[in-house]
């Protein structure tokens, strides 16, 4: 009897140990659901088992199999994309890492630009002292190879991806030259080349010309130098260059407006989802600033390039001269993860000191200084051929741009007949271009380059913006 009395009781024991540790991982199965629910929300949303269906359905059954890391980027790039905003982003690895290097002030290559010319790559300028040059690379050279890969079915990006790399990494170019009947190997290695973002000249009667091109990690401290350098040759009105600048980080922007507007004046307002916790952004000038601005714009000035004009104009009394600005009055925040990808995010947008919202409204200038006609004219086509028999935009616009390098005589607007093929063969003869009569991308190429010597030249917004420092 005590034996049956002590095995019931083991029993009694295994059955409520039993029950308390099935109790024991229910409770903990549903704190871990509730937890994982509470980090990941998407998990709570009906379509998400949708997604997870299609997920497994692809990777047990596709005929031609799938990568899983493919799926998952993928489906963030479509989540993105369903937003419909046009400046939010998710860019997968190396794509996200070239995004970011964006706004670097640095970035890890061989220093050569290259553009695509007839279907080659043609190396278009070095920069000074980097690896390219050192290594004997010339300007006009074709890069055949890469590191032993044929250049020929290759995408512009691509071939930028394959002579980037990490510092101190080698990579090999076969190039072609011009007048060498084989090809040349040259092994370079990877260093960090800077990033310029502000370039400067001194102009007649005192007037310093600092051109930004975008707003990087850098570039404040690249126009502290250019004003320094100004002023050291004499510089006493600043005429401010902010064309065709897309924008970029705002805080060097901030720095910037802090060094030219008065202190305690509003640069800008940024606002958030709900207009919740608005953030007014103040100049901290250190020392005044006393030189008179005029700021140049145009309708490719956009973002933070908005940002600084509008803050000059309301909060400075600078003059602001060109045309119209983009309209981006939106903020992104971006976020890197560990494999490179990037999340960029409209999280906010932003009003002028004035209290004006300019999204997809621009700044006006204080005066309106249009460019010659031809500044607008759009590029003309890489990888093809125009030739007699050619009709269309394409041909329509080539004939603009011969008609303004003087060769008047160019045809039927839009036909590319016989007239438009000896002002082509004259264009080429007096170039020292091969002479076929049709348009290639080595002429098209040079075509471009005279007409942004002309637009230098006839300049009519720098000219307008001197003639207001003057008085």
């Known amino acids: 009897m005590r034996y049956f009395t002590h095995a019931a009781a083991r029993r009694r024991v295994l059955l409520i140990g039993l029950v308390g540790a099935i109790l024991f991982m229910v409770a903990g199965f549903a704190v871990g659901w509730f937890w994982m629910g509470h980090r990941y929300p998407m998990l709570k949303e009906p379509a998400f088992k949708n997604f997870a269906v299609s997920y497994n359905t692809i990777m ?4 031609n199999g799938a990568n899983g890391e493919d799926l998952i980027n993928g489906a963030s790039e479509g989540m993105v994309a369903s937003l419909e905003d046009p400046y939010s982003r998710y860019l997968v690895e190396e794509q996200g890492d070239a995004y970011t290097q964006g706004y670097e002030g640095e970035f890890s290559g061989i220093g050569a630009e290259v553009r695509e010319q007839d279907g080659q790559f043609i190396i278009h300028a070095l920069t000074p002292n980097a690896p390219a040059e050192r290594g004997g690379v010339k300007s006009g050279d074709s890069i055949i190879a890469v590191d032993g890969k044929d250049t020929k079915d290759i995408k512009f990006q691509d071939l930028i991806g394959l002579m980037r790399g990490k510092t101190g990494t080698e990579v090999t170019l076969t190039l072609q030259r011009l007048g060498e009947t084989e090809p040349i190997e040259i092994t370079l290695k990877r260093e960090a080349i800077p990033v310029y973002t502000v370039t400067s000249e001194m102009l007649e009667e005192g007037i310093g010309h600092i051109t930004i091109s975008r707003f990087a990690q850098k570039t404040a401290t690249e126009f502290d130098e250019a004003v320094a350098k100004m002023k050291e040759q004499g510089m ?68 933070a390039s908005e940002v600084l004009t509008a803050a000059l104009k309301e909060s400075a009394g600078a003059t602001v001269v060109g045309e119209k600005t983009y309209g981006k009055g939106v903020v992104q925040a971006f976020e890197q993860f560990k494999d490179g990808s990037v999340l960029s995010l409209t999280e906010a947008q932003w009003k002028t000191p004035g209290g004006t919202w300019i999204h997809k409204v621009g700044v006006m200038p204080n005066e309106v200084v249009s460019l010659p006609a031809f500044a607008s004219l759009r590029p003309l086509p890489v990888g093809s051929e125009l030739k007699n028999g050619s009709y269309g935009e394409d041909v329509k616009t080539l004939q603009s741009m011969l008609k303004e390098l003087g060769y008047a005589s160019v045809g039927k607007d839009g036909l590319f007949d016989e007239q438009t093929e000896a002002a082509m063969r004259a264009f080429q003869k007096a170039e020292k271009l091969d002479v076929t009569g049709s348009l290639n991308d080595k002429t098209a190429y040079k075509i471009v380059e005279l007409l942004k010597e002309k637009l230098e030249k006839e300049d009519t917004q720098l000219q307008r913006g001197v003639e207001l420092l003057k008085k």
């Open 60 to 63: 047990d059954k596709y005929l």
């Open 236 to 303: 006493t009105k600043l005429l401010l260059d902010l064309r065709s600048n897309p924008g970029g980080l705002l805080q060097p922007t901030i720095a910037i407006g802090s060094k030219l507007i008065p202190k305690g004046k509003v640069i800008l307002e940024v606002v958030y989802k709900e207009e919740s916790n608005p953030i007014v952004y103040k100049s901290k000038q250190q020392e005044e600033w006393t030189i008179p601005i005029v700021v140049l714009v145009n309708g490719q000035s956009a973002s």
